[in-house]
């Protein structure tokens, strides 16, 4: 379905204001949206993008776009003073989906206006593309777990019938969600193995995939002080990785839930690439969510 100019332009407007480029870029691209980012500023670069994902025949624009709006739509601030903000740019929302024939249901769902949707989340209506039964590299694995974290979050802090919610408040959380998403998928995973000494200390690795020669690091960000320091911290454990004889590529995997890191390109920029020494070497990639 095509998706209009005025519907991409108050979408991307409102979605501007909730992260910065690389989380943005992240949750695109977790969302099914096709293609490189746009190469354009923050207030024109989302709905150009939409706008893209409604004239490409091979996407289901209206699931991409359920997508990207689903926490947006479904999650309010937890502090009172940005609760009536939200609640405004929702309202806005709401507004140019019935202009455009559509409805905003919960879990992520547009679907035309008149649709019935199912109770609870409907995967059939949120399927972004067909997907192999295995991905045919670990890499391709990660990259769709990683990306998906977010959502993979979302139906455990909202959860049915008064079931107990889960929160994801530290590195902890994170982890452990990451674990068990990979275990079906991945048989040797080692959290918390010790790393080589690097200037006297040495660190534990969150997750070693010895059969891979892959380390999944993660963090959160707890404050804005902790924002400013999550590079520094991470330059240091990359060089406890790169000296591991089982460490030949490692992701750093940086969770910010209120979006403090203002230049998470140029901290990537920083971090990805080859690190390499003579006591060892480490392809790094990060990703932001």
């Known amino acids: 379905?095509?998706?209009?100019?005025?519907?991409?332009?108050?979408?991307?407007?409102?979605?501007?204001?909730?992260?910065?480029?690389?989380?943005?870029?992240?949750?695109?691209?977790?969302?099914?949206?096709?293609?490189?980012?746009?190469?354009?500023?923050?207030?024109?670069?989302?709905?150009?993008?939409?706008?893209?994902?409604?004239?490409?025949?091979?996407?289901?624009?209206?699931?991409?776009?359920?997508?990207?709006?689903?926490?947006?739509?479904?999650?309010?601030?937890?502090?009172?003073?940005?609760?009536?903000?939200?609640?405004?740019?929702?309202?806005?929302?709401?507004?140019?989906?019935?202009?455009?024939?559509?409805?905003?249901?919960?879990?992520?769902?547009?679907?035309?206006?008149?649709?019935?949707?199912?109770?609870?989340?409907?995967?059939?209506?949120?399927?972004?593309?067909?997907?192999?039964?295995?991905?045919a590299e670990v890499e391709e694995l990660l990259e769709i777990v990683v990306r998906g974290l977010r959502r993979a979050m979302h139906p455990l802090t909202h959860r049915r019938k008064g079931a107990q919610s889960l929160c994801f408040t530290n590195e902890y959380d994170v982890q452990d969600l990451l674990h068990a998403l990979l275990r079906p998928w991945i048989n040797d995973i080692r959290p918390e193995e010790f790393t080589p000494s690097h200037a006297g200390s040495s660190t534990r690795m969150d997750f070693l995939l010895p059969?891979?020669?892959?380390?999944?690091?993660?963090?959160?960000?707890?404050?804005?002080?902790?924002?400013?320091?999550?590079?520094?911290e991470l330059i240091i454990d990359i060089e406890h990785y790169r000296k591991h004889p089982n460490c030949k590529t490692l992701w750093c995997v940086i969770y910010d839930p209120d979006h403090l890191i203002t230049n998470s390109q140029g901290l990537k920029n920083d971090l990805d690439g080859q690190r390499k020494l003579n006591d060892g070497e480490v392809v790094v990639k990060t990703f932001f969510l």
């Open 1 to 135: 379905m095509r998706l209009s100019k005025s519907l991409c332009a108050v979408v991307g407007d409102v979605l501007a204001t909730t992260g910065s480029h690389g989380a943005l870029d992240d949750l695109f691209i977790a969302a099914g949206a096709p293609g490189e980012p746009p190469q354009l500023s923050h207030g024109s670069k989302w709905k150009s993008w939409l706008f893209r994902s409604g004239q490409d025949p091979n996407v289901d624009s209206l699931a991409v776009l359920g997508n990207v709006l689903e926490e947006f739509m479904d999650l309010p601030p937890e502090d009172s003073e940005y609760l009536s903000e939200w609640r405004a740019k929702r309202a806005r929302i709401e507004a140019v989906l019935e202009e455009n024939g559509l409805r905003y249901f919960r879990f992520g769902r547009v679907l035309p206006q008149g649709t019935i949707p199912e109770d609870g989340p409907s995967y059939e209506c949120t399927t972004i593309a067909p997907q192999p039964v295995k991905p």
């Open 211 to 232: 059969a891979h020669e892959l380390v999944i690091e993660t963090k959160i960000v707890r404050d804005r002080s902790h924002a400013k320091r999550i590079g520094d």
